[in-house]
C-alpha cells in the first residue's frame, strides 16, 4: 500500500499525522516533556505515560549512567514509541496473571522485574540518532528499527484496525499499535505512544 493510503488511513484512524519532524530543532527533552506540569504522577488515566516516565526515573536513579540517560538530553535527536499505563498493566498480568488495581502497583510489579530487566525494555522502545515524526514512520512501514537496547522492531500496516502496528521479537503477545503520534512534536527527541509494551525478547 502506498504512503499516501497508509496516511489516509492514519487520519481515518483518529491519529494527529503531522508534518515529518526531520528539520526540528526545538531541544527539549523526552523526559522533560513527559514530567512537564506534574505529568508523570500516578493517576487513574490509563491513556498516559506515568508508568513509563517512573520506570526511566527509576533506572537512572539507580544506574545515572545508563544509555536511558539519551532521553534527558534534548540535543540529541531520538525516537521513542511510548507505552501507556494500560500497556505495562497487560505485560504485569501476562508475567504474573495478577492485574494489580492502581498504577502504583502496576509500578512496583515492573520494578519486581529487576532494574536491569527494566532498563533493557526501555532501551528496546527508543530508537537513537533519529527524529521519526508520524509521515516518517509512515513512509518507512516494513522496515525495521535498530534500538538503543541493539535489538530491533518492524514497523507495518495494520488493515482495518490501526494503521501502524510494531511487530517485537515476542512470536505470542498481541503486536503494539501506535495510538498517539508525535509527542515532543519540533523537537529533536519525539515520541509516539503504543498500546502495548514491546518486548524484546519472546516471553
Do not use: C
Amino acid at each position: 500500500m502506498s504512503a499516501l493510503a497508509a496516511a489516509g488511513l492514519l487520519l481515518t484512524a483518529g491519529l494527529a499525522a503531522a508534518p515529518s519532524a526531520s528539520a526540528a530543532t526545538g531541544t527539549r527533552s523526552l523526559a522533560a516533556y513527559l514530567t512537564a506540569g506534574g505529568n508523570g504522577t500516578f493517576d487513574s488515566n490509563g491513556k498516559d505515560y506515568d508508568i513509563v516516565t517512573q520506570a526511566v526515573l527509576a533506572v537512572l536513579k539507580a544506574k545515572p549512567d545508563s544509555a536511558v540517560k539519551v532521553l534527558t538530553d534534548g540535543t540529541t535527536a531520538a525516537t521513542a514509541f511510548l507505552p501507556t499505563d494500560n500497556a505495562f498493566r497487560i505485560l504485569v498480568k501476562d508475567l504474573t496473571g495478577k492485574s494489580p488495581k492502581s498504577e502504583k502497583d502496576v509500578f512496583a510489579a515492573v520494578l519486581k522485574l529487576g532494574v536491569p530487566t527494566v532498563e533493557t525494555v526501555l532501551l528496546y522502545h527508543v530508537i537513537p540518532g533519529k527524529t521519526l515524526g508520524a509521515v516518517k514512520v509512515i513512509k518507512s512501514l516494513g522496515s525495521s528499527f535498530t534500538t538503543a537496547q541493539g535489538g530491533s522492531f518492524q514497523t507495518y500496516l495494520v488493515a482495518d484496525i490501526l494503521p501502524i502496528g510494531l511487530k517485537d521479537k515476542d512470536p505470542n503477545a498481541r503486536d503494539a499499535h501506535v495510538k498517539v503520534v508525535n509527542l515532543n512534536y519540533g523537537n529533536k527527541q519525539i515520541a509516539h505512544g503504543v498500546d502495548r509494551v514491546l518486548r524484546p525478547l519472546d516471553l
